[in-house]
């Protein structure tokens, strides 16, 4: 198995890594992608905004009981001061690794745009970036980076990934993902990676490729185009983290293994909710697991049925039990799980009660 790079005094196990998502990447979803074979796992950004960081969502996310290390944590804000503080707050919580968060298009804090909108203006960008390596090196925790290709593909200038990329790297941060998207196009279009084979040619540190990786040989495809050290998989792996097991073993063995036994899928799962249910609590957790329950059932046989009927569910118990009740019958027709059909809700099979 290739390894991952190194960051700081970090060897990833690998260079199959998911991305961080807002409302997604939790701990619970961060544990199960590297159960499953992800290699690096960075959580939801955490905001800058100290007055925030008692909030139970802020508080929530900067919880890693139980999480392997290294610990990755996203910070986003736009004062330079305040995320050097935030690098602090959060590796004072057990973040081994600061990820800086210039990557995602919509994230206003104190009414600027943090996120992608901060390679619109380059100085403040270098000096975030110079404050938060400030803050993280006498821990010796490594900082990385995420952005976009820039800001705008239409304008002079605006597809800056380049130029930030290597001040970055003189700045002293470790590793760069560059997701193939300019801010401009938000989650529209199609990914380009030739500005990631760019940034990987001029830079020495590790380069991560992202965007619309959605199998595993497009994962493997993109390795060898871009030479990236990594790849990040963000939506390819919402519903779906044994992607990183079929990345794994496809890397290995130059073939996908089976699809993964229905049984498998089910404990995944269940184990997946006790964790999200501990985090959240029964109202929060019964309610917020719909989404992650409706990713993976979604193009099975009935799924979308199940879904809806799961939706009216108002108690932990009678989520799991459901859960369980659903994967126990497709597992009778189905020892390993169906392929699904991409897009669609696989309709096979009868409607899905979900009364005990
Ligand atoms: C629901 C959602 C939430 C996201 N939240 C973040 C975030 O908190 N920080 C970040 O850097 N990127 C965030 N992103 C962007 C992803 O990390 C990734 O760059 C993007 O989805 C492209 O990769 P993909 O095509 O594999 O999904 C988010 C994306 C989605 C879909």
């Known amino acids: 198995m290739r390894l991952g790079p190194l960051i700081g005094s970090f060897t990833l196990p690998n260079p199959f890594f998911v991305a961080p998502m807002a409302g997604v990447t939790d701990r619970p979803f961060r544990m199960l992608c590297r159960r499953l074979g992800a290699g690096h796992a960075v959580s939801e950004m955490v905001t800058s905004k100290r007055e925030l960081w008692e909030s139970l969502k802020t508080s929530r996310r900067a919880d890693h009981a139980g999480e392997p290390g290294p610990v990755a944590v996203q910070i986003a804000g736009v004062e330079p001061a305040e995320m050097a503080d935030a690098a602090r707050y959060n590796i004072d919580r057990g973040a081994q690794i600061i990820d800086i968060n210039m990557g995602c298009p919509a994230k206003k804090v104190c009414n600027r745009w943090a996120g992608s909108a901060l390679m619109k203006d380059e100085p403040l960008a270098v000096r975030i970036i110079e404050a938060v390596v400030a803050a993280c090196a006498p821990r010796a925790v490594p900082v990385t980076l995420k952005m976009r290709t820039g800001w705008s593909a239409s304008s002079p200038g605006g597809r800056n990934a380049l130029a930030l990329a290597r001040a970055a790297e003189a700045a002293g941060v470790a590793m760069v993902a560059v997701h193939g998207r300019t801010r401009e ?145 497709l597992a009778q027709r189905h020892v390993q799980l169906p392929e699904a059909r991409s897009g669609a809700a696989n309709d096979e099979g009868p409607g899905w009660a979900v009364a005990a």
């Open 185 to 329: 196009m938000g989650y529209g279009g199609v990914a380009e990676h030739e500005t990631v084979a760019a940034v990987k040619a001029a830079l020495t540190i590790p380069v991560v490729a992202n965007g619309d990786i959605h199998t595993p040989a497009r994962a493997l495809e993109l390795l060898r185009a871009t030479g990236a050290d990594a790849v990040m998989i963000g939506r390819g792996a919402m519903g779906r983290p044994w992607i990183f097991r079929d990345l794994v073993h496809l890397h290995e063995h130059g073939c996908l293994p089976p699809p993964p036994a229905t049984r498998d899928v089910q404990r995944w799962l269940h184990e997946h909710l006790l964790d999200h249910y501990a985090l959240y609590g029964e109202h929060t957790g019964v309610r917020s697991a719909r989404k992650h329950i409706g990713w993976v059932v979604r193009a099975l046989p009935g799924g979308e049925a199940f879904r809806q009927a799961m939706n009216r569910l108002e108690t932990c118990d009678a989520q799991l039990a459901a859960v369980d009740r659903y994967f126990a019958e």
